[in-house]
C-alpha cells in the first residue's frame, strides 16, 4: 500500500462524534503518551503538559528518555506496568499499525492518532478489538474545545449546546 493511500482521509467509518470524543475524555484517566518529547516546545510536550495539568496520568512512552514531566518513561507500550486507558500517538503514519497492536496487547480503551495522522486498516483492526478510536484530531484541542471553555473567549467551537457541558476534574 503506497503512503499516500494510507494517509487518506480518515474513513466515515472512523468519524468521531462531539457526543464519542466528550465521553472518552470524561471517562479516561491514565493517557500513554507515545513519542512524548522532553522539549517544551514540541506539540507532543504542550498537550501532554496541558492534559496532566487537567487531571489526567501522562505516562511518556519514549526510548530516548528515563523521564518526562516529571514521570517515568518507558520504552514502548509493553513495557508499562500499569492499565492504560488511552494511547496518543505522537509517531509517523507507519508506526500506526504496530502502536494499534500493542494498544490492543495492552487492554488500552483508546487508540488516538494526531493531526495529520490517518490509518483506517489500524484503525479497523483496533476498532475490532473492542477499542474507541480517534484519528487527526489533539487531545489537548479536544479538551480545551469541549471542556476548556474556549467558546467564553470567543473561539467558535462548532459546539452548540444550551448547557454549558461538566467540565472534567479529578
Not at 480518515?10 to 472518552?24: C, G, N, Q
Not at 490517518?118 to 479497523?124: E, G, I, K
Request: proline letters at 5%; glycine letters at 6%; charged letters at 25%.
Amino acid at each position: 500500500m503506497k503512503l499516500a493511500q494510507i494517509m487518506s482521509a480518515v474513513d466515515p467509518e472512523f468519524a468521531t462524534d462531539i457526543a464519542t470524543l466528550r465521553r472518552i475524555l470524561a471517562e479516561v484517566r491514565v493517557i500513554a503518551v507515545v513519542g512524548l518529547s522532553r522539549n517544551w516546545y514540541r506539540p507532543s510536550n504542550f498537550a501532554a503538559k496541558y492534559l496532566q495539568d487537567h487531571g489526567y496520568r501522562i505516562i511518556p512512552v519514549n526510548p530516548g528518555y528515563d523521564e518526562v514531566l516529571n514521570e517515568k518513561c518507558y520504552p514502548s507500550l509493553t513495557d508499562i506496568p500499569e492499565p492504560v486507558d488511552v494511547v496518543d500517538c505522537f509517531r509517523a503514519v507507519e508506526e500506526i499499525p504496530a502502536l494499534s497492536e500493542q494498544a490492543i496487547a495492552i487492554g488500552a480503551k483508546v487508540l488516538w492518532t494526531q493531526l495529520g495522522i490517518v490509518h483506517n486498516a489500524a484503525a479497523r483492526r483496533a476498532r475490532e478489538a473492542g477499542l474507541d478510536v480517534v484519528m487527526d484530531r489533539c487531545m489537548k484541542i479536544e479538551h480545551a474545545r469541549l471542556f476548556g471553555g474556549l467558546n467564553f473567549v470567543g473561539v467558535n467551537t462548532k459546539v452548540i449546546s444550551a448547557k454549558r457541558p461538566k467540565i472534567v476534574v479529578n
